[in-house]
Every structure is written in structure tokens, then in C-alpha cells.
């Protein structure tokens, strides 16, 4: 935030002085929400709308506030129903279905670095997804590696190269979360572990996947939580622009 800038602003009769209040705050008061309008000037992406658990109404007022100043938008966990209504006030913005997003103003792609996102099986790709759409809106490329678990080996050392040539590597698997060590064990690029939901009872909701990600013998592995191909694309997003001298 540029507080002489702002002020000037002022002086100049191009801001009110409600406008300039607000943008010093860093925040916009909805009542049943404050809106971080710095969140970009801190962190490098805008605040991000987590979907789940807010009505329809609500994510579409924080919305409307997050355009005002023309930020990228990202609303993760968004149901089909929510959608429809989005799509209806906010025709621009596109819903990708498998990844349960809403996306408007998405950044432009900067760079031919790009992001692999890895699966170990179809079942695991719609936190995939969510994980591929938020790193394309961010601005970065993906390559998109599905189904290449260590139950069939040989279908990850196909796809190897993709695997290596890329910046950071994400990999999403459930039941035992075997894929992220192999991968890691591979690679000389950061991988990012999630853990998924997917498997049979002793899977318990992906907490073996995560015991079994958090105690690899790979170096360079780090992991997020279970389901969140989010948080670990935004962490992904910002070790590509590193990488990018940004």
C-alpha cells in the first residue's frame, strides 16, 4: 500500500475520502465479512474465497468487493448449485466443475516454467484439480499427469520426463500415499505431498496417506493436508515465481 499515493490522491480530488479510509484500513467491512484488500501487496496473490460453509449471497458480495479493484478471483469449494447463480451474476467468470472453482480475472501465464501435477489414480483427481485450476489462475502453466500410481509403475516412468522438466512437482495420492517417496526419490525440483481422502477403511479418510507422506525418506518432500490441492498449489505458485525472478 502506497500511503503517499493515496493521500495524494486525495489532495488531487481523484479519491474521497471514504475510498482513502478504506484503503488504509486494508480491509472492507461486509458485516459478515472484512474483505483483506492488501492480501495481494503482502502475500503476492489476492485474498482467496473458501467456498464451502458460505451462502451463495455471501461469496458473491465478497466478490462484487474483490472486482472493485479488479483482483483475480478464486472461490474454491463451490457447489454446482452455487455455481449456476455465480454464472448468472458474474457471466465473465467460468466454473470448473471437477475442481469445484469459480474463476474471474485470471492472471496471465508468465513464463513456460510450469507446474506438474501428478495423480496416482483417477480417483484422486478432483483434489487435483482444484490444485491445477488454482495454479492456472495464479498464472503459472500446468502439465497434467493422471493415473500413474505405483501399482503400475511403469506408467510414471513413461511420464518421467514431464515429471523432471517441471518447476515444482505436486503429487496427490491416497490409499498407502506410496507415489510421493518413488517421486521424490526421482527428482531434483521441490514435491509438494497431498494426501487424499481416497482408499478402503484402514485408509481412514487419508490419514494414512498423511502419516505415510510425513515419515518419507525422499528429501525435498513437503506436505499439506489431506484433500487441500489448493494450499498446495498456492505454495507451488510461489516457488515457481522464485524461480522466475519475480
Known amino acids: 500500500m502506497n500511503v503517499t499515493k493515496i493521500l495524494q490522491s486525495v489532495k488531487n480530488e481523484e479519491l474521497s475520502i471514504a475510498e482513502a479510509s478504506k484503503q488504509l484500513s486494508g480491509f472492507s467491512e461486509l458485516g459478515f465479512a472484512k474483505v483483506d484488500t492488501q492480501r495481494k501487496a503482502r502475500n503476492g496473490y489476492p485474498e482467496v474465497i473458501y467456498g464451502e460453509g458460505k451462502t451463495v449471497e455471501q461469496i458473491s458480495a465478497i466478490t462484487e468487493d474483490l472486482l472493485k479493484d479488479k483482483k483475480t478471483i478464486l472461490a474454491t469449494r463451490v457447489s454446482l448449485e452455487k455455481a449456476h447463480v455465480l454464472k448468472n451474476e458474474f457471466p465473465e467468470g467460468y466454473y470448473y466443475e471437477a475442481a469445484r472453482c469459480f474463476v474471474l480475472n485470471p492472471t496471465s501465464k508468465s513464463s513456460e516454467n510450469y507446474i506438474a501435477v501428478v495423480t496416482a489414480g483417477t480417483s484422486d483427481i478432483s483434489v487435483a484439480e482444484e490444485a491445477a485450476v488454482t495454479a492456472e489462475t495464479f498464472g503459472n502453466s500446468v502439465k ?5 500410481g505405483v501399482a503400475g509403475i511403469h506408467r510414471l516412468f513413461a511420464n518421467l520426463d514431464d515429471i523432471k522438466n517441471a518447476s515444482v512437482v505436486i503429487v496427490i495420492a491416497g490409499m498407502e500415499g506410496a507415489l510421493v517417496s518413488v517421486v521424490g526419490g526421482l527428482v531434483d525440483k521441490p514435491v509438494i505431498a497431498v494426501p487424499t481422502s481416497v482408499g478402503y477403511g484402514t485408509n481412514l479418510d487419508g490419514i494414512t496417506a ?16 489431506i484433500d487441500n490441492g489448493f494450499g498446495a498449489a498456492y505454495n507451488a505458485s510461489i516457488i515457481n515465481k522464485i524461480r522466475e525472478g519475480e
Open 144 to 148: 497434467r499427469i493422471y493415473d500413474v
Open 210 to 225: 498423511l502419516f505415510s507422506m510425513l515419515n518419507s525418506c525422499s528429501s525435498g518432500v513437503s506436505v499439506v493436508n
